[in-house]
């Protein structure tokens, strides 16, 4: 049996036929490209104020550093380590000024995490409940990217103030030499966690720029793919690449500052504003150095690949219907953006479905503590096999690269004891001539359903044969 399905581009597109009691289901994913200051921020919910804080102690001394031409010489050298054993009473949260009741204090995993997939090694990082930063590839070898660190989570009551308004805060802590790093703001409003910039001066800038001509600065592009959600709405998974090597950074002794951002804006049909995300690239703190200041060039190109971000992914719910995305990139002077069109099914309602299609390059078998109360919580990973899937944001695949198509299968039928035997098939046409160029055949399915929801993963490889250059 042959069906009519429809496509997305990868240069060439790639149709997925699901084959049931003789009847076909396809499946498609769109992506786009286009061209394309802040500490994070802290929304309010539930009156409540919840400080992620690392800290450091910082010593200072004289001794032998290496000069520029490699000789011997008096200089001043740091030592840093992390500040471990700290309770309530030894933390002091100050809003505008005013020191506040501590509620609730706990130690936690730190917001970084060390990444050894199919390709190489990098740290993701989360600053919000959804949103994962993505570092490029360590180039060294022996650069390690596994931390021991910890964050503290701070709890407290704000006191009252009117609604869109914004606070300052300070921390101290009862140990000397001690480096605080924590958010500088919070802003009372209803608005999620995963929209800090919302009511912000930067966000109203990036929202500008959406009304606007502008092409923008920085290259950027994005893809999405939809999936059957835990409540009822769709889960949208979009992939961002970043030009890391283009974004503004500077440092403060052996610390990175950047002031790198993201806005994610989901229009309907009709132009209405139906969702939003933002996001800012916390960087995790230097966790520990003992050299020379100010730090040596190399140092500075070393730590800043592990932490300026290449990519950035997260997630959103939608209801089933046509959208599209508006999403801009700020490193505080520079922006870029890029637009895609999609559409999300219902999967509730058909006997059988097929999910969207995100386009993977990288994989690896998760840790048992690569998630917390720090790391993107409320992410959830595309899993198959063990091991989960990263979707890209780049769409370019060279010869010889692997193409990984994740997808999901949905049904009321698959839940009963006597399941139907599912044949899947996977081709990638060239979309100006109509040639085939690659084809599994029809397979049979016999992945699992995942243990989280009901939906039957499938990831097949498929070797590249030709450059497939993004469209």
Same mark, same amino acid.
């Given at each position: 049996m042959k069906a009519q399905l429809s496509t997305f581009h990868i240069g060439r597109s790639l149709g997925v036929l699901l084959m049931f009691g003789g009847i076909a289901f396809g499946a498609a994913s769109p992506s786009a490209s286009a061209q394309s200051e802040t500490s994070p921020l802290i929304k309010v919910e539930s009156r409540e104020v919840v400080l992620p804080i690392r800290v450091i102690q910082e010593k200072k001394s004289t001794g032998a550093v290496e000069g520029p031409n490699g000789e011997a010489q008096l200089g001043w050298v740091l030592h840093s380590k992390e500040v471990t054993g700290l309770s309530a009473k030894s933390v002091h949260v100050f809003e505008d000024g005013v020191e506040a009741k501590i509620q609730h204090f706990s130690v936690e995993q730190a917001d970084g995490w060390a990444v050894h997939d199919n390709v190489g090694s990098h740290l993701d990082y989360s600053c919000t409940p959804r949103g994962i930063w993505v570092a490029p590839d360590v180039a060294n070898k022996a650069t390690t990217l596994d931390s021991k660190f910890h964050t503290y989570l701070v709890t407290y009551v704000p006191l009252p103030s009117p609604t869109g308004s914004c606070h300052r805060i300070s921390i101290k802590v009862d140990r000397r030499h001690s480096k605080v790093f924590a958010p500088g703001q919070y802003c009372n409003t209803k608005d999620p966690l995963s929209d800090p910039l919302k009511d912000t001066e930067l966000g109203d800038r990036l929202i500008g720029n959406v009304n606007s001509n502008q092409v923008g600065e920085l290259p950027l592009s994005v893809k999405t793919s939809s999936f059957a959600g835990l409540s009822g709405a769709? !889960?949208?998974?979009?992939?961002?690449?970043?030009?890391?090597?283009?974004?503004?950074?500077?440092?403060?002794?052996v610390h990175l500052v950047t002031s790198i951002a993201v806005l994610g804006?989901?229009?309907?049909?009709?132009?209405?504003?139906?969702?939003?995300?933002?996001?800012?690239?916390?960087?995790?703190?230097?966790?520990?150095?003992?050299?020379?200041?100010?730090?040596?060039?190399?140092?500075?190109?070393?730590?800043?690949?592990?932490?300026?971000?290449?990519?950035? !992914?997260?997630?959103?719910?939608?209801?089933?219907?046509?959208?599209?995305?508006?999403?801009?990139?700020t490193d505080g002077e520079k922006f870029g953006r890029a637009s895609t069109s999609f559409t999300v099914d219902d999967f509730s309602r058909a006997a059988l479905s097929l999910?969207?299609?995100?386009?993977?390059?990288?994989?690896?078998?998760?840790?048992?503590d690569e998630?917390?109360?720090?790391?993107?919580?409320?992410?959830?990973?595309?899993?198959?096999?063990?091991?989960?899937?990263?979707?890209?944001?780049?769409? !370019?695949?060279?010869?010889?690269?692997?193409?990984?198509?994740?997808?999901?299968?949905?049904?009321?039928?698959? !839940?009963?004891?006597?399941?139907?035997?599912?044949?899947?098939?996977?081709?990638?046409f060239d979309e100006r001539t109509g040639e085939l160029k690659i084809g599994t055949g029809a397979r049979p399915v016999d992945s699992p359903m995942r243990p989280d929801y009901p939906a039957i993963p499938v990831v097949w490889e498929m070797e590249v044969a030709d450059r497939l250059p993004n469209s």
């Open positions: 769709a !889960r949208v998974n979009l992939s961002a690449e970043i030009p890391a090597n283009l974004l503004e950074r500077h440092w403060d002794g804006l989901v229009f309907d049909s009709n132009g209405k504003l139906v969702s939003r995300f933002s996001d800012t690239a916390c960087a995790p703190a230097e966790e520990g150095y003992s050299g020379p200041l100010p730090l040596p060039a190399f140092a500075q190109k070393e730590f800043g690949q592990v932490m300026v971000p290449s990519g950035y !992914r997260t997630q959103v719910d939608l209801g089933p219907g046509d959208y599209r995305l508006e999403l801009l990139l999910s969207g299609i995100a386009l993977c390059k990288r994989y690896h078998k998760p840790a048992p998630r917390g109360p720090t790391r993107a919580p409320q992410y959830l990973p595309l899993m198959f096999d063990g091991q989960e899937f990263t979707p890209t944001g780049d769409t !370019r695949f060279k010869k010889g690269e692997q193409l990984l198509p994740y997808l999901e299968i949905y049904g009321t039928e698959l !839940r009963a004891a006597d399941a139907p035997k599912l044949f899947l098939e996977m081709k990638v």
